[in-house]
């Protein structure tokens, strides 16, 4: 059985940083491509990064760069959002989520097969 875990969300001030973890389990880890997303109340979930299965490829979405880096680790299968200068518009429940053969689609959440079950992730002003 597949399982992503996410942890390290919470409440923190504008300018704060926290660092998310997603811990998976049940599933060859390096052979994936990791992504993460969020969602607030009453919007679709939006692509936030990803990151190929070697770790050699980034992506991230235009209003997170410079603030928000996606690495990993496949020796302990996880993968990590270090998000910094945050701001009240970065709250979201935050998704790891894990997909194969994603091309230039790593962008599309429905191209991943399996997800988490999100963090919450609160920025005060």
């Known amino acids: 059985q597949v399982q992503l875990v996410e942890s390290g969300g919470g409440l923190v001030q504008a300018g704060g940083s926290l660092r998310l973890s997603c811990a998976a389990s049940?599933?060859?880890?390096?052979?994936?491509?990791m992504g993460w997303f969020r969602q607030t109340p009453g919007k679709e979930r939006e692509f936030v990064a990803a990151?190929?299965?070697?770790?050699?490829?980034?992506y991230n979405r235009d209003s997170v760069k410079g603030r928000f880096s996606i690495s990993r680790e496949n020796t302990n299968k996880s993968v990590y959002l270090q998000m910094n200068i945050l701001s009240p518009d970065d709250t979201a429940v935050y998704y790891c989520?894990?997909?194969?053969?994603?091309?230039?689609?790593?962008?599309?959440?429905?191209?991943?097969?399996?997800w988490g079950q999100g963090t919450q992730v609160t920025v005060s002003s």
């Open positions: 049940g599933l060859t880890f390096s052979r994936y491509t």
């Open positions: 990151i190929s299965w070697v770790g050699r490829i980034t």
């Open positions: 989520a894990a997909g194969t053969e994603l091309g230039a689609d790593v962008a599309l959440e429905k191209r991943y097969t399996y």
